[in-house]
């Protein structure tokens, strides 16, 4: 999966957390985790992502 990808499912992860959809945001972070990608939210509200 290409950083562009990522970057794209992270904002949908995003703004499914703006909305207090937490299952969503849930389902797309073990989506991502699934494909090795690992997404720790910052306490600054910033998101960062690392390859497992």
Do not use: C, T, Y
Not at 37 to 45: E, K, M, S, Y
């Amino acid at each position: 999966m290409n950083e562009a990808a990522i970057a794209d499912l992270i904002q949908q992860r995003l703004v499914a957390r703006q909305e207090h959809d937490f299952a969503m945001a849930d389902q797309i972070r073990d989506r991502l985790s699934k494909m090795g990608i690992a997404v720790v939210d910052q306490p600054d509200g910033e998101i960062r992502w690392h390859r497992q």
